[in-house]
Structures are given as C-alpha cells and as structure tokens.
C-alpha cells in the first residue's frame, strides 16, 4: 500500500520553527464563543425578556448535551464507519499506537469508510472516547509519512477537545437560527413582547426584527470561523506532534485534489467541519471561503511551510 513508505532516518528530519502561541488560537476561539452567546442572550432578552433568555438558554444547554454525547455514533453511523482491528490494518493501527503514546494519550477506536475520496475525521466527547476514522481512498494516495501527518492532526483535534468546542457552536448557532425564526413569525403574528414593553417603544420591535435578519447569518459566520481557527491549530498540534510540518502539507494538496475528483457520497454537509478537508466543497472564491468550515487548503500548507526551521544532523 502507499503508506508503506519508509520514514526518515532518526537524526535527519526537519526542525520545526517555534509555532504561534495556541494560547491566541484559544483566545480567539473563546471570543468567537462569547460573541455567539452573547447573540443568543440578545435575541432571548427580545423575544420574552429574561423569561425568554433563560428558556432559549436552557434549550441550548439540552441541545448541547445531547450533540456532545451522541455526536460520535451518529457521525460515524452517517458515514458508514466501520471498526477495524490491528490485525485487520496492522500499518494503520501502528501509526495511530505509536502517535498516541508520543502524545500521551488513549488510544481511540479506529474505523474505516468504505469510499475511495481520500479523507478522514476524528469524533468522540473526550479523549478517554474518541475515534479515529478514515476512508479507503485515503490509504490508497498517501504514503506513510503523510499518512501520519493526516493522522496526527486529528489526534490533536481529539487533544484540544475541538469536538466538544465545535459541537457547541454549532448548538448555540443552531439555537440562535431558531430564535431568529421565532422572532419573525411573532412578529408577523403578532405574538411576543409588545412594543409597549420595551422601553424603547416601536423601536424595540424594529430592533428585534433586525436581530432576527441578522443574527442567524452572524452567528453561522462565527461558527464557521470557530471551525476554521481549530483546522489551523490541529494542524499545528498534528506538525508538533510528529516534528516535521511538510507530510501533512503534502497530504493536505493530495486530499485536496482527491477530493475535487471523486465527490464524496456518504453523510451531508452538517459533518463536514469533521473531516480533515471540506468533502463537499471544491476550489472557491475568497468569498466563498467565508462560508466554509475549512480554511483555505492553500492558507493552511503556507501556514505549515512557514514552521519549518533548519535540518537537525546527528
């Protein structure tokens, strides 16, 4: 198979440049989470007052909890995963063993997606239930060495518990769609708070069907960027992990183009911020880009090439 490969010598692989504090990759994701909320405590205040935020609040707690602890079974019933075993895939167990013991981690259930698109995902509420899934084209493409790139980068999706981050944005997201929903047909019914309750008069019923226009679209831009700012730091987690940047550069461009040829077929967008690349989305314009879960393959192989340092001899 092509991730036979042999890898390079012990002594002879790359050095990686000091990567970016994650710290601010933190940051930014907490910011983007607290301006989620934010629009979901808004839009409640002006549907029904407090009443109506703590309601919306406590949906989104059920909904929360819900997506966290089912989110892998049903990402990998949707995607047809099946489980696989070390004697089944003995070069694929070995990588992902080897890597998660270099990372300190437990070991997570391994399967495989009966579809030639080469691509791969990691799902599970905590490190202690992840799983690692990946397809059959993904074996064919890759040779060892970017295999254990792609590898890598999604057990550090597992380690930054970017599961857990992206399930709750797109929970609150969610929730905040539904409000917006809520609020236009009260509106339109005449349903809801009066403009004789709010202090601001009609301008509070202006006020509410503005946020209902708007804050579904702000809050899916956010979610989205949430997805985003977690690829760029997986990627860097996954380069760490294993000391070189350039095999999961590399794999990125293959599965890219891999995934242009042959469309994916199982499963629906609702998933696609799960896989490594975007399995239904081909080259877009920078606009485009906006409404991706995924950052531009190109943005991240630039990222990937600028933490490579020297060759480190002996």
Same mark, same amino acid.
């Given at each position: ?13 790359? %050095? ?68 696989? %075993? ?30 030639? %698109?080469?691509?791969?995902?990691? %799902? ?24 254990? =790139? ?39 019914? =005449? ?9 601001? =008069?009609?301008? =509070? ?110």
């Amino acid at each position: 198979m092509p991730f036979d490969a042999p890898s390079i010598p012990r002594g002879m692989q790359p %050095t990686l440049a000091r990567a970016p504090s994650s710290g601010s990759g933190y940051l930014k994701t907490a910011m983007l989470m607290a301006f989620l909320v934010a629009l979901l405590a808004i839009g409640g205040q002006m549907y029904g007052g407090t009443g109506g935020m703590l309601l919306f609040g406590g949906i989104g707690l059920v909904f929360n909890f819900a997506s966290y602890w089912f989110s892998d079974k049903i990402a990998l019933m949707a995607h047809r995963a099946q489980p696989v %075993t070390r004697q089944q895939l003995p070069e694929l167990y070995g990588i992902v063993e080897r890597l998660t013991q270099k990372a300190g981690m437990p070991m997570p259930r391994l399967f495989v997606i009966p579809s030639p %698109t080469p691509n791969a995902f990691a %799902t599970g509420r905590n490190p202690s239930h992840a799983a690692v899934a990946v397809t059959d084209g993904i074996l064919q493409v890759l040779d060892r060495r970017q295999l254990e =790139g792609v590898i890598a980068h999604e057990l550090a999706h597992v380690r930054n518990r970017d599961i857990l981050i992206s399930t709750i944005a797109a929970s609150v997201a969610g929730l905040v769609s539904a409000l917006g929903h809520a609020i236009q047909w009260g509106a339109w019914l =005449g349903m809801g708070r009066s403009s004789d309750d709010d202090e601001g =008069g009609g301008g =509070g019923a202006v006020g509410a069907i503005v946020w209902a226009l708007l804050a579904p679209i702000i809050a899916m831009i956010i979610q989205l960027a949430v997805s985003r700012s977690r690829e760029y730091a997986a990627d860097a987690g996954g380069a760490e992990l294993i000391g070189d940047p350039m095999p999961l550069a590399d794999a990125l461009v293959t599965l890219e183009r891999g995934n242009q040829v042959r469309p994916y077929d199982f499963g629906g967008p609702a998933t696609a911020h799960l896989f490594i690349v975007n399995p239904f989305r081909g080259a877009g314009s920078a606009m485009l880009s906006l409404f991706s879960t995924h950052p531009p393959v190109e943005e991240r192989v630039r990222r990937l090439r600028e933490l490579r340092g020297g060759v480190r001899i002996g």
